[in-house]
C-alpha cells in the first residue's frame, strides 16, 4: 500500500512564489521517477514537468524557466519551486510517483494554487 501526499499550495499574487511538496510512503522498496502535473477548472490535465530518477529532468515549455523540479531520496520527496507565478498556473496540481519494482504509478491527491493578477 501507497500513499502520495502534496502539500504547499495557497494563494498568491502574480510574481510571486510558492514550492510544493511530495511524499511517497507506505510499501516502498525504491521510487523511480516522480513528477508533477496541473488541472485547471475546465481544461485537461497538463504534464508540468517529471524527474525520472536516472535522467535530466523534463519541463513543460509553459513552466521551463520558472518552476525547478528537486528531490530528497531519503524522504521519498519531490519539490515543485514555482517562480515569477502568473494567472494561468491557477490549478490543482498533482503529484504521481513510480515504485520500482511493480513499476507502478501512484498518484496523490491534488494541492489548488490560486494566482491573482
Known amino acids: 500500500q501507497v500513499h502520495v501526499v502534496e502539500s504547499g499550495g495557497g494563494s498568491v499574487q502574480a510574481g510571486g512564489s510558492l514550492r510544493l511538496s511530495c511524499t511517497a510512503s507506505?510499501?516502498?522498496?525504491?521510487?523511480?521517477?516522480m513528477g508533477w502535473y496541473r488541472r485547471a477548472p475546465g481544461k485537461q490535465r497538463e504534464l508540468v514537468g517529471v524527474?525520472?530518477?536516472?535522467?535530466?529532468?523534463y519541463y513543460a515549455d509553459s513552466v521551463k524557466g520558472r518552476f525547478t523540479i528537486s528531490r530528497d531520496n531519503a524522504k521519498n520527496t519531490v519539490y515543485l519551486l514555482m517562480n515569477n507565478l502568473k494567472p494561468e498556473d491557477t490549478a490543482v496540481y498533482y503529484c504521481?510517483?513510480?515504485?520500482?519494482?511493480?513499476?507502478?504509478?501512484?498518484w496523490g491527491q491534488g494541492t489548488q494554487v490560486t494566482v491573482s493578477a
Open positions: 524527474n525520472p530518477s536516472d535522467g535530466g529532468t
Open positions: 507506505g510499501s516502498i522498496l525504491r521510487i523511480g521517477a
Open positions: 504521481n510517483a513510480e515504485v520500482k519494482g511493480p513499476n507502478i504509478n501512484y
